[in-house]
């Protein structure tokens, strides 16, 4: 399952307090703890795991997840303080066209039924119009 409100998701992945921790051994995934979206009290636990072809494969304790959903607020939430260590800040989109239009470099989310597609650029960079109110953090 793909989310439809991706944008909004997005946007609330970026409120989410995340503890990132860094693989045990070479080959083993990124784990992240994230805030739950609906109760403060609770954390979801996030797992990672990059391809060199830009796959990135990711299991989240959420019970979106949990049904097969992808791109859950968590995950997104995972994704970005990772990137935030090298400087750079993501976008998700749900087709290439909108992910192409970008000019960046492309990751993929893998689901049950087809991609997430992830852009990476630069912090400072100007965001994209549509995206202007997400990143005023
Ligand atoms: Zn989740």
């Not at 989410?16 to 992240?32: H, I, N, S």
Request: hydrophobic content about 35%; glycine content about 8%; proline content about 6%.
């Amino acid at each position: 399952m793909k989310p439809v409100n991706i944008k909004e998701i997005q946007d609330k992945s970026r409120t989410l307090g995340v503890r990132l921790f860094d693989p045990a051994r070479p080959g083993d995934p990124y784990t992240a703890v994230v805030e739950s979206t609906t109760n403060p009290a609770f954390n979801q636990v996030v797992t990672l795991r990059f391809s060199k072809n830009g796959d990135i494969r990711a299991r989240c304790t959420c019970t979106w997840a949990r049904f097969g959903g992808v791109a859950c607020a968590h995950v997104l939430a995972a994704l970005n303080r990772l990137a935030e260590r090298k400087g750079r800040t993501l976008s998700f989109w749900l087709t290439p066209e909108d992910a192409g239009r970008q000019k960046h470099r492309l990751l993929r989310l893998v689901g049950d039924d087809g991609y997430i597609f992830v852009t990476s650029r630069r912090e400072g960079h100007p965001a994209p119009a549509v995206m202007k109110s997400a990143h005023q953090e």
